[in-house]
């Protein structure tokens, strides 16, 4: 697999929520590792996101996009995409095509100042500019921010420069060995994944404050003694009030019935074997503020 200048490291992305890391990741790896959606705080953990070739293994570190935090879990989220930036080999400010400087990125690049690492200002969503020549007025209101080592506009949506910003990486990467094994796409295990793309069917599904007052807790998750052609998996909504339960289970069930629904599909595609899922709905109360429930639901420092 390896030849003589066989290249390794670590890529971190950091920008503000909805910026399109998750996207990106998922379009460079070629598999969905990262759940999207329109909704902001979408991705909560760190997920490393491994490209493997002939030449290179790059480990992408996609973190949660930075926000005002308003709840301990926001305060972890935030502590988990800075602490990202430190010793990887090339940092990916992202951002969007923009005509004023937001405070989010502000902050972002106010905590990358003083860094030896090279940082690129990686400019998402192209593909919604009338005209390209417009990331111009973007490219300058940042480069007077900090010293980047490279500009790259892209689009992760519509394959627009991947393949350009991949290249440029290469140049910035170590030569190495394999640090992870070649057929390894993610450091998650499959349940964090499986419990991920439930999160998202009630991210799309949900509007205002459920959303992002939604955990989820893969309970079980085995061959099912019935029919070894199919995993069994029964995993647990939480959410933080019964008004919430009663939107995500839906009149008669309906909107329950959809999340599952969507989640079977996705799921399917992702274990590459048939499942049987079942869904619960449970409430705790203020579990965003509640250290010991946040360790019970993964969000835990040591985790970070």
Request: aromatic share 8%.
């Amino acid at each position: 697999m390896q030849n003589k200048e066989f290249k390794s490291g670590f890529v971190s992305l950091i920008g503000r929520a909805n910026v399109g890391k998750s996207t990106f990741l998922n379009r460079v790896i070629g598999k969905k590792i990262a759940i999207t959606s329109s909704k902001p705080q979408t991705t909560r953990n760190k997920i490393l996101g491994i490209l493997t070739d002939e030449e290179k293994q790059i480990i992408f570190v996609d973190t949660p996009g930075v926000h005002k935090p308003v709840y301990e879990l926001d305060n972890r989220m935030q502590e988990v995409s800075f602490k990202s930036s430190r010793g990887v080999d090339v940092i990916l400010f992202m951002t969007t095509p923009l005509k004023k400087v937001l405070r989010g990125d502000e902050i972002i690049l106010e905590n990358l100042k003083g860094t030896k690492t090279p940082v690129f200002l990686v400019i998402n969503k192209v593909d919604q500019l009338k005209k390209i020549s417009d990331i111009d007025e973007t490219i300058l209101l940042y480069k007077d921010l900090f010293p980047f080592a490279g500009v790259f506009p892209i689009s992760a949506l519509e394959d627009v420069n991947i393949n350009k910003l991949l290249q440029e990486i290469n140049n910035y990467l170590p030569e190495g060995p394999l640090l992870y094994p070649e057929d390894i796409i993610s450091d998650q295990p499959e349940r964090f994944t499986v419990g991920e793309l439930i999160r998202e069917k009630v991210l799309i599904l949900t509007k205002e404050e459920v959303p992002h007052s939604i955990a989820v807790i893969v309970d079980s998750m085995k061959t099912s003694e019935e029919n070894p052609n199919y995993i069994d998996i029964y995993a647990t909504i939480v959410c933080e009030r019964e008004s919430q339960k009663k939107i995500i289970i839906g009149k008669n069930g309906d909107l329950i019935k959809q999340i599952k629904q969507k989640a079977i599909m996705d799921i399917k595609h992702f274990l590459d074997h048939k499942v049987h899922l079942d869904l619960w709905v449970k409430v705790k109360k203020d579990w965003r503020n509640t250290p010991r429930d946040l360790n019970m639901l993964g969000y835990t420092k040591d985790n970070y």
